[in-house]
């Protein structure tokens, strides 16, 4: 099983609806979450960490589930501008040595007008 | 400016040859990463370094090697034994100190197609 797996999509969906991403992470021991946006051939960027109380920024909420170990996020009001791949990334502690920044495989969004 | 930085953007190596991916940092991060992200796919990571003068091997680090000199810079290299290398390179680096779960940073990304 992959550490981090996510529904590759692509999600297409129409201007102005809300579409919500799902990502489960195996390692129990993992530490802190983080979403980022990866536009096509470009480097990904932080979208926004993920708090244990969950967290909203504008349009954009984050959720997390210890006990199912599981991550979501939910943009309300798809803008054509949304358009991107989604990546989920854990963090956890890994063989002593130090953290591990695990990467789930991305899922892809298309928002049509 | 503080940030991370990759060079070259392209690169174009023979096949046989070695190339060397430069990825330098001035957000005195400790940590540092090397992903590959083939067309369509998700990040697979190459090596990491938590600190100078160690690295630890990710998922895929065969045909590849890496140093960590100063904190600034992690190079990798692509070395001949790396039999499909033509991908697109990502450095990354983030702040690991004790109790700290930090984002990362990432440079723009070399590109990297045998010839």
């Known amino acids: 099983r992959k550490e981090v797996e996510q529904d590759p999509g692509p999600f297409n969906v129409p201007e102005g609806a809300t579409v919500a991403f799902n990502c489960t992470y195996s390692?129990?021991?993992?530490?802190?979450f983080f979403w980022y946006r990866q536009d096509c051939r470009k480097e990904p960027k932080l979208l926004m960490s993920?708090?244990?109380s969950g967290n909203e920024d504008g349009r954009f909420t984050a959720q997390l589930n210890r006990a199912s170990q599981y991550i979501s996020l939910l943009i309300r009001d798809s803008k054509l501008s949304d358009s991107a791949t989604y990546l989920c990334?854990?963090?956890?502690?890994?063989?002593?040595?130090?953290?591990?920044?695990?990467f789930g495989p991305g899922t892809r969004l298309s928002v049509l007008p | 400016d503080g940030g991370i930085t990759q060079s070259p953007k392209y690169l174009f190596r023979k096949e046989g040859q070695n190339v060397t991916l430069s990825c330098e940092q001035n957000l005195n991060h400790d940590a540092m990463y090397w992903y590959r992200q083939d067309p369509g796919q998700g990040l697979r990571l190459i090596y990491y370094?938590?600190?100078?003068?160690?690295?630890q091997k990710g998922d895929i680090a065969e045909g590849y090697s890496v140093s960590r000199e100063k904190k600034e810079s992690f190079p990798l290299t692509v070395t001949s034994a790396q039999k499909n290398p033509t991908a697109f390179y990502l450095c990354a680096s983030r702040y690991s100190g004790q109790g700290a779960y930090t984002e990362a940073f990432f440079g723009q990304g070399t590109r990297l197609t045998v010839v």
């Open positions: 370094s938590q600190i100078v003068n160690d690295f």
């Open positions: 390692n129990s021991a993992s530490q802190s």
């Open positions: 990334v854990v963090n956890s502690i890994k063989d002593n040595y130090g953290q591990n920044f695990v």
């Open positions: 993920v708090y244990s």
